[in-house]
């Protein structure tokens, strides 16, 4: 089982940036695609970005497409979620997630681990 801990969420105004991380343990961080989703204040599950195992193939939602960013570093155990030019619709909590199959999916069912989420909030 793999253990997920995000951080670096906070308030920022809009037209702002920040970087996600997400620190895995309990498991070999390289055989887990990884992956983030977000919750906004009444809004369904929503997926954000993957990156299979390797780090060589990314998948970006639509939403945040040309502003998010996803990568890791193997070496340390560690995604990340490079967030640019940030909208008041994308306040959510956001949550690491991960799984054995080295796809991007963008169904919540297909991710088998989860972190607790941390919130960013984005003001106008």
């Known amino acids: 089982q793999v253990q997920l801990v995000e951080s670096g969420g906070g308030l920022v105004q809009t037209g702002g940036s920040l970087r996600l991380s997400c620190a895995a343990s309990?498991?070999?961080?390289?055989?887990?695609?990884m992956g983030w989703f977000r919750q906004g204040p009444g809004k369904e599950r929503e997926f954000v970005a993957g990156i299979i195992r390797s780090g060589g193939h990314t998948y970006v939602g639509d939403s945040v497409k040309g502003r998010f960013t996803i990568s890791r570093d193997n070496a340390k155990n560690t995604v990340y979620l490079q967030m640019n030019s940030l909208k008041p619709e994308d306040t959510a909590v956001y949550y690491c997630?991960?799984?054995?199959?080295?796809?991007?999916?963008?169904?919540?069912?297909?991710?088998?681990?989860w972190g607790q989420g941390t919130q960013v909030t984005v003001s106008s």
């Open positions: 309990g498991r070999t961080f390289s055989n887990y695609g």
């Open positions: 997630v991960a799984d054995q199959r080295n796809l991007v999916a963008t169904s919540a069912s297909q991710w088998g681990y």
